[in-house]
């Protein structure tokens, strides 16, 4: 099992940024893959971006590339998620996932990021 701690969320005007951090705890390797989705108002939960614990491959949704960065420290096993120049489409509950197989198995409760005009 593992189990992730999302935090960093909050309220910020638009083009502003934020951090968001995923902490990860449980049984833990280099295997993992770790995610962030977004849960926006109205709308179906969605892929935002992932990085592999062991390379640090990193993939992104078309609709936050060049604008989002994730990133992981595997000395804290955190995985950041950092958001710069937001809109308020950005705004949501942003989930934090793990996996070791195609299928995310694990989910953080989520942080709420408002982004106001």
């Known amino acids: 099992q593992v189990q992730l701690v999302e935090s960093g969320g909050g309220l910020v005007q638009a083009g502003g940024s934020l951090r968001l951090s995923c902490v990860a705890s449980g049984r833990t390797d280099s295997g993992y893959v770790m995610g962030w989705f977004r849960r926006r108002p109205g709308k179906e939960r969605e892929y935002v971006a992932r990085i592999a614990w062991r390379d640090g491959n990193t993939d992104y949704a078309n609709s936050v590339k060049d604008r989002f960065t994730i990133s992981r420290d595997n000395a804290k096993n955190t995985v950041y998620l950092q958001m710069n120049n937001l809109t308020p489409e950005d705004t949501g509950i942003y989930y934090c996932?793990?996996?070791?197989?195609?299928?995310?198995?694990?989910w953080g409760r989520g942080t709420q990021v408002t982004v106001s005009s």
């Open positions: 996932a793990a996996r070791t197989t195609p299928v995310w198995s694990f």
